[in-house]
């Protein structure tokens, strides 16, 4: 008769010790998920690096065979191609800026999208919404935080997870940014530049 007065007092966990579980599996899960987060953040930073370098070696084979840069990333083939997030790649040949022949959004366009893929009145380009007057492309160079633009022939960069960028590595909408600064010896995040 004692045994059944033990195994009658057993009724199994408290609302205190479910509550309790319910709170550790909360946090594991919280941390599982948080890192999980970064990691595909970090795998699509190494992807768009991997690819930015792989466009600067198609740009710098080019300008090997042609003896001048690329106007746009079309003449390689690779206007169409996107980053990890979906936006085109941009590059700004420097030398649409002095002759004012760039492409960009709101420059003229009859194909052009918000992202300044398309013929524009005056040129084609690979320039995002931030282009300007008649050969912005980019709105001009990207510039470190000293105002000192980062390449000496051309930029060429992803916008990152956010799909916002503005010349100055240091604005809110650049930090983001995958970016190939000091003519290539730097690939990587603005952020980090």
């Given at each position: 008769?004692?045994?059944?007065?033990?195994?009658?007092?057993?009724?199994?966990?408290?609302?205190?010790?479910?509550?309790?579980?319910?709170?550790?599996?909360?946090?594991?899960s919280t941390i599982g998920f948080t890192r999980y987060r970064r990691t595909i953040a970090v795998a699509e930073e190494v992807v768009a690096v991997k690819e930015l370098k792989d466009i600067l070696a198609a740009?710098?084979?080019?300008?090997?065979?042609?003896?001048?840069?690329?106007?746009?990333?079309?003449?390689?083939?690779?206007?169409?191609?996107?980053d990890p997030w979906g936006n085109p790649y941009q590059y700004l040949n420097f030398t649409t800026l002095e002759n004012g022949n760039g492409g960009g959004a709101d420059n003229g366009a009859d194909k052009g999208n918000d992202k300044g893929n398309g013929d524009s009145g005056n040129g084609s380009g690979n320039g995002n919404d931030n282009g300007g007057g008649n050969g912005g492309g980019n709105g001009g160079k990207r510039k470190d935080r000293f105002v000192v633009p980062i390449n000496t022939w051309f930029d060429l960069y992803s916008m990152g997870p956010d799909g916002k960028s503005t010349p100055p590595l240091t604005a809110s909408a650049s930090?983001?940014?995958?970016?190939?600064?000091?003519?290539g010896d730097y690939i990587g995040l603005a952020s980090q530049y």
């Open positions: 008769m004692g045994r059944l007065t033990a195994l009658s007092k057993q009724h199994g966990y408290t609302l205190v010790e479910l509550m309790i579980v319910m709170a550790i599996i909360t946090t594991l740009i710098e084979f080019y300008n090997q065979v042609h003896g001048a840069y690329p106007l746009t990333l079309d003449e390689l083939g690779l206007g169409a191609l996107m930090l983001d940014d995958v970016i190939v600064a000091n003519d």
